[in-house]
């Protein structure tokens, strides 16, 4: 797991291409500006899909890994808390490999992330997204889903 600002995006382009093509996409483009759905950027290897929503409380959150891709998520617009926990710490339900999809169960911590605010998820970083820090509150935010 990695957390950090998005004018420190080139720092990371050493994971490889797709990694890069992800993050120079991120510090290219407005998003903010731009309409929810998904974007392709290399096809199926690397695509964003940004998205709108309120952050709601954790009651209502889900743990999730995925396995066939890697996550960059960015904050463009308000603020939510993260869950983060290593996937071995948590219960694994049935893994749906058509939406490369693994939900689990457990406890975890959670990081706030502002507008600007980066995380990269691998398989073995279980999250749960969208969730608020005191009160729903909009976000906007750009998933970019990198081919592992």
Do not use: C
């Amino acid at each position: 797991m990695v957390i950090d600002d998005l004018q420190n995006a080139a720092q990371y382009h050493a994971l490889g291409a797709r990694f890069e093509k992800g993050l120079r996409w991120l510090v290219d483009n407005d998003v903010a500006s731009m309409a929810p759905e998904r974007y392709d950027i290399d096809g199926d290897d690397v695509f964003v899909m940004v998205q709108e929503y309120d952050a709601k409380p954790k009651a209502d959150g889900f743990w999730e890994a995925h396995r066939q891709y890697a996550d960059i998520q960015l904050v463009v617009t308000g603020a939510e808390h993260m869950g983060y926990t290593p996937t071995a710490r948590l219960n694994a339900g049935q893994y749906d490999e058509s939406r490369d999809f693994l939900p689990l169960h457990g406890e975890g911590m959670f990081i706030e992330l502002h507008a600007g605010h980066f995380m990269i998820l691998w398989p073995q970083d279980a999250h749960m997204p969208g969730m608020e820090i005191v009160e729903p509150t909009p976000v906007k935010k750009a998933v970019v889903k990198v081919r592992l």
